[in-house]
Nanobody
Framework: QVQLVESGGGLVQAGGSLRLSCAASGDTFNNYALGWFRQVPGKEREFVASISWSTYYGDFVKGRFTISRDNAKNSVYLQMNSLKPEDTAIYYC?????????????????WGQGTQVTVSS
């Protein structure tokens, strides 16, 4: 069992930056792929980024976001730069056992409660 707690969301102006953090507990952190997804009310959850042996990003990221992890701290981060109003969403941290990344939300095993990111124009 893995518990995930996100932090770092908030309100930022377009063009600004935010750094999301996700702290994990409950199992051996190194064995998991870690990811970030986002969701807007009424829409499906969308893949943002993941990290396992490599990093992967959603097409819309276009070099603006960077995912990283610190296994010693059991944490994963999402640095978001050049934010746009369309990046407004609830951002969720996720973990998948076996260490293999995947863009489909349904195959991820554990989820955090989410953190709100709002980008004003």
């Amino acid at each position: 069992q893995v518990q995930l707690v996100e932090s770092g969301g908030g309100l930022v102006q377009a063009g600004g930056s935010l750094r999301l953090s996700c702290a994990a507990s409950g199992d051996t952190f190194n064995n998991y792929a870690l990811g970030w997804f986002r969701q807007v009310p009424g829409k499906e959850r969308e893949f943002v980024a993941s990290i396992s042996w490599s990093t992967y990003y959603g097409d819309f990221v276009k070099g603006r976001f960077t995912i990283s992890r610190d296994n010693a701290k059991n944490s994963v981060y999402l640095q978001m730069n050049s934010l746009k109003p369309e990046d407004t969403a609830i951002y969720y941290c996720a973990a998948r056992s076996g260490g293999i990344s995947n863009m489909r939300p349904s195959v991820w095993d554990y989820w955090g409660q989410g953190t709100q990111v709002t980008v004003s124009s």
